[in-house]
């Protein structure tokens, strides 16, 4: 049955080959068909004779009839076929390098359809191939070079200028960035978002009064100005921001500007009921505007309805990827909740849309510290003490996180990788006194939850060495002690917290529990 299908499928197949390809002519399509009459007629007059002579008078006949043929075939195919035209030289147009990314994910979109779509049709012929059609999942890495490229081929395209002016912020150029903005602005006077990608680039650059006064020009010339809005609902510049959005209300009373002013008072007041129907309501009138969604979370989350917030803070984002306001408001609730490691995967974003977000950096070191996650800890705050060399708060962390890595580094017996380590956190602050504590409470209860007691209260003694009025470490201790059924030398750990800090709610609250059971 396969064979019978697939000399068919082959027949088809040649049958349309001929007829693309072979462009014939009437008369020529006649004179083939006289030919194949002749053929049968000599074939039925000779099928009485022996197989013998049949052979040799097949070959001659052949032989001398085809001949002729062929030559009247090749002559009238000639005549047939079209006359060559002179080719018109094509002019080659420049493509650049980012004009080029967004075909190139529709083709592979494309490409994926297409080859799934084959595969089906053909999979009676054949089993189907083990290797797919791979998708590129993420964009190249475009330099400097490429982007002024691209916008010099596009001097008037105010995205593509867009492109390189946030390029420019994002590797902190700002004496560039500013002028690719003052010259869109002065091609396009109009355009409410040039006027709003000068005010945000003055906002990153904490130049509050400049960035103001830019988005004043862009409401003046859209009243619905998503993006602004978005960001004077945000809060993010605090009173500047919000006289430009009560300057805006009141030019505009039906426009979401007077919405947004209304439902940020509500929630100033404590009305968030109120606040979040009018959001909803508001939002089903302006359905672009992101900042609706935003003052949703916040209204939620001062409500305590954490997972409504969420996922209003995650829906905000959806609409606006680049709205910090959202990605912050999501980490700190990621962190509050003991999330770390989504934490620090929100404040990761801050970072990326802000790299002098000095508090995002901050954040997202400690969401990895307190998620045990040494190395990243480390790198976020390697990289924030570029931006605040003297920082308090990482210049105490730091050298904790580097020789917490020494320290498994030679538990694990890789004591090079831990010699290094050391010294890194030695190279940030060589007071070991003030942040060596710490790291070893921080060790300790690290211990304890891998289910490794007897480290975790080498540990906290090692605290209690240096440092012996650490309340935190004996509460700690006790904790560990309770783990392994000690439960008097728990008690009179915490006993001995409570007597260093009587203010310690922790030790005291184990204490209570421990009375109970």
């Known amino acids: 049955m396969r064979i019978k299908i697939f000399n068919w499928i082959t027949r088809l197949l040649m049958l349309v080959m001929f007829a693309g390809v072979l462009p014939l002519s009437t008369a020529a399509v006649q004179a083939a068909v006289v030919q194949q009459d002749k053929k049968k007629k000599k074939k039925s007059s000779k099928k009485k004779k ?49 004009q080029l990314t967004g075909e190139l994910f529709d083709y592979t979109n494309k490409m994926k359809t297409s080859s799934r779509r084959l595969a089906h049709a053909t999979s009676y012929l054949a089993a189907p191939q083990k290797k797919a059609v791979v998708h590129i999942e993420s964009k190249a890495k475009y330099t400097t070079r490429d982007y002024e490229e691209a916008a010099e081929k596009a001097p008037y395209d105010v995205r593509t200028q867009r492109q390189l002016g946030m390029h ?11 002028d690719v903005y003052m010259r869109v602005l002065t091609q396009n006077p109009l355009n409410s978002d040039a006027h709003f990608y000068l005010g945000n680039m003055y906002q990153n650059m904490g130049e509050m009064k400049k960035a103001q006064q830019s988005y004043e020009e862009a409401l003046a010339l859209d009243p619905n100005h998503r993006a602004t809005l978005d960001i004077l609902a945000s809060g993010r510049g605090t009173l500047e921001n919000t006289a430009v959005l009560e300057q805006s209300a009141a030019k505009n009373p039906d426009g979401p500007a007077q919405k947004l002013t209304l439902i940020q008072k509500k929630i100033n007041t404590g009305s968030y009921e109120d606040a979040i129907k009018l959001a909803v309501l508001a939002q089903e009138t302006f359905p672009e505007q992101g900042g609706f969604v935003y003052l949703q979370g916040r ?9 409504r917030a969420k996922f209003s803070y995650q829906r905000s984002i959806k609409m606006d990827p680049r709205n910090e306001d959202a990605h912050l408001s999501l980490g700190h609730l990621y962190f509050n909740q003991g999330k770390y490691v989504y934490a620090a995967l929100a404040f990761s974003d801050v970072v990326y849309l802000n790299n002098y977000d000095v508090d995002a950096r901050y954040m997202q070191g400690l969401s990895f510290f307190n998620a045990n996650e040494w190395g990243r800890a480390a790198t976020a705050w390697e990289d924030l003490l570029h931006y605040a060399p003297q920082h308090p708060l990482v210049i105490t962390l730091l050298p904790q996180a580097y020789y917490i890595m020494a320290v498994e580094y030679n538990r694990l017996g890789k004591s090079s990788l831990g010699r290094t380590s050391f010294s890194k956190a030695l190279s ?28 975790s209260l080498v540990a906290y003694q090692e605290v209690v060495e240096l440092k012996p009025m650490d309340s935190e470490a004996y509460t700690g201790m006790g904790i560990t002690y309770w783990k392994m059924n000690e439960h008097q030398l728990a008690k009179a750990a915490w006993q001995r917290s409570l007597e260093l800090n009587p203010d310690s709610n922790e030790a005291r609250g184990w204490l209570m529990i421990a009375h109970q059971s």
Not at 299 to 307: K, L, R, T
């Open 50 to 98: 022996s197989s013998k002579k049949k052979k040799p008078a097949k070959k001659k006949k052949s032989s001398k009839k085809k001949r002729p043929s062929k030559k009247k075939s090749s002559k009238k195919s000639k005549s047939a076929a079209p006359k060559k035209v002179a080719a018109t030289p094509i002019s080659k147009k420049e493509i650049s390098v980012i």
């Open 168 to 178: 420019y912020e994002q590797i902190h150029d700002w004496e560039n960035a500013k």
């Open 299 to 307: 209204a939620y989350e001062e409500m305590g309805e954490i997972d």
């Open 428 to 455: 940030v602050n060589n007071y070991s006194r003030s942040w060596l504590p710490g790291a070893m409470r921080t060790l300790g209860k690290y211990y304890r939850e891998k289910g490794m007691h007897k480290e």
